[in-house]
């Protein structure tokens, strides 16, 4: 390559050294014959974006057994000296505002609902399922006693049933409950339980000794 020449006359006088004409170039490198002829007269603003240009540069090198990164840099050069910024300068990718529409808006709303919709159910099938809370404040655990009987009272939610030892229990208008239950000598297990319709079964268990 001579110093002066421009990477347009470099490419098109080893084009004709190599024979080449331009329609077979173009059948080779699957580059367009206006393209061609645009990059051999330097004519840079009829070529499409920069990063085309560089591929079409290495393609031709490649073909005329060219530097590859020579021509490159003769074609950057070439930029600068014209004022040309190049693309690989510039960035690349334009990110496209996103514009809310009165559509859009509208469908982000109906999935909002329809997704807290179906948190608003999964809770509630949950709560259907879930056991109710069951507190018994008598008696306490582990206790030794004389008499042949034990306070039992405690308290759970209001739509439930509780029972002792499998005996249904009444409750209050608050969810209490209290009853005298018998025992035997000797070791007494005493299981208290609440459980709503369909839930789950809350259970407790109490162990008292009767001498």
Do not use: C
């Amino acid at each position: 390559m001579e110093d002066n020449e421009t990477i347009g006359q470099v490419l098109r006088r080893y084009r004709l050294e190599n024979g080449y004409l331009v329609k077979e170039v173009e059948v080779e490198l699957l580059i367009s014959a206006r393209h061609i002829e645009a990059l051999e007269r330097d004519d840079f603003q009829s070529l499409p974006a920069d990063l085309y240009i560089i591929n079409f540069i290495k393609s031709y090198a490649k073909l005329l057994g060219l530097d590859e990164q020579r021509l490159l840099n003769l074609y950057q050069k070439q930029r600068e000296q014209v004022g040309l910024e190049s693309d690989l300068n510039k960035n690349p990718i334009k990110r496209t505002r996103e514009i809310i529409t009165p559509k859009r808006m509208k469908i982000g709303l109906l999935v909002l609902f329809g997704v807290l919709l179906l948190v608003y159910l999964s809770w509630q099938i949950s709560q259907i399922f879930a056991p109710p809370w069951l507190e018994v404040t008598q008696p306490a655990d582990n206790i030794i006693l004389k008499q042949s009987y034990v306070l039992v009272s405690g308290s759970t939610q209001k739509e439930a049933l509780v029972f002792i030892n499998n005996k249904e229990i009444f409750l209050d208008g608050n969810g209490k409950f209290s009853t005298t239950l018998d025992l035997q000598k000797g070791l007494n297990i005493i299981k208290i339980s609440a459980q709503k319709k369909y839930s789950r079964e809350a259970a407790v268990y109490k162990q008292i000794l009767v001498e």
